[in-house]
C-alpha cells in the first residue's frame, strides 16, 4: 500500500501570509496526486488534481507542484476563508490513500 | 446539477449489519468509478472502497471482506453493505464521484451519514 505523510500536521499563519504544505507518498505516484480542502462538519472540497491542475471554481491564490514522491500545495495571499484542513491524496494504485491532513489556523 | 445524497447510517451494535446509500443526480453513477471515504470522530479521511464504470471493486484491507460496495443502476444510486461492524467503523461516511480523465479525483461528494457502532 502506498502511505502518504504531509508536513507539518499544523500550521499557524497570517492573513495575507503564503503557505506551503508538503505531501509525500512512500514510492513514486507520478502525477496520481490531488489536493482537497475540509471545514469543520462539511464535506470535502476538491482544489488540485493531477498534482498541479486547479479544480474550475477554485481560486487561483491555490496552486499544486511536485511529481514522483514530492509534492506542494501553496496558497498565496491567504484569506479568512482558507483557515481549514488540507489532505492529499494518491489515486495511482487502486487502493487510494490519504495524507494525515495539515490543519491551517489563525495566528 | 451534480448532487450526491447519503442515507442509511445510524446506531448499530458490534457484529451488526449496516447498508448505506448514495442516491445521485446530474449524472449517471454506472458510467463513473464511485468511491466511499469515512471519517472517524476527530480524524482524517480514509478511504474505503471504489467501484469502477466497468463493475470492478476494489476494499481497504481495514474493511476488505467485511464491507461491499455496489450500484443500482435503474435507481441510479450507489451502496455500501457493512457487515461484522465492529467500533473502528464509527465514522462519517461519504460517496463521492471519482471523476476519471487519466488521472481519478473526487470532484463531488455527499454530505456524509454517521455510523455509530456501540453497545
Known amino acids: 500500500d502506498i502511505q502518504m505523510t504531509q508536513s507539518p500536521s499544523s500550521l499557524s499563519a497570517s492573513v495575507g501570509d503564503r503557505v506551503t504544505i508538503a505531501c509525500r507518498a512512500s514510492q513514486s505516484i507520478s502525477s496520481y496526486l490531488n489536493w482537497y480542502q475540509q471545514k469543520p462538519g462539511k464535506a470535502p472540497k476538491l482544489l488540485i488534481y493531477?498534482?498541479?491542475s486547479l479544480q474550475s471554481g477554485v481560486p487561483s491564490r491555490f496552486s499544486g507542484s511536485g511529481f514522483g514522491t514530492s509534492f506542494t500545495l501553496t496558497v498565496s495571499g491567504l484569506q479568512p476563508e482558507d483557515f481549514a484542513t488540507y489532505y492529499c491524496q494518491q489515486s495511482y494504485s487502486t487502493l487510494y490513500s490519504f495524507g494525515q491532513g495539515t490543519k491551517l489556523e489563525i495566528k | 446539477e451534480v448532487q450526491l445524497v447519503e442515507s442509511g447510517g445510524g446506531l448499530i451494535q458490534p457484529g451488526g449489519s449496516l447498508r448505506l446509500s448514495c442516491a445521485a443526480s446530474g449524472f449517471t453513477v454506472s458510467s463513473n468509478y464511485m468511491s466511499w471515504v469515512r471519517q472517524a470522530p476527530g480524524k482524517g479521511l480514509e478511504w474505503v472502497s471504489v467501484?469502477?464504470?466497468?463493475?470492478?471493486?476494489y476494499y481497504a484491507d481495514s474493511v476488505k471482506g467485511r464491507f461491499t460496495i455496489s450500484r443500482d443502476n435503474s435507481k441510479n444510486t450507489l451502496y455500501l453493505q457493512m457487515n461484522s461492524l465492529r467500533a473502528e467503523d464509527t465514522a462519517v461516511y461519504y460517496c463521492?464521484?471519482?471523476?476519471?480523465?487519466?488521472?481519478?479525483?473526487?470532484?463531488?461528494w455527499g454530505q456524509g451519514t454517521l455510523v455509530t457502532v456501540s453497545s
Open positions: 463521492a464521484r471519482d471523476r476519471y480523465s487519466g488521472i481519478p479525483y473526487f470532484d463531488y
Open positions: 493531477a498534482a498541479s
Open positions: 467501484i469502477y464504470s466497468g463493475g470492478n471493486t
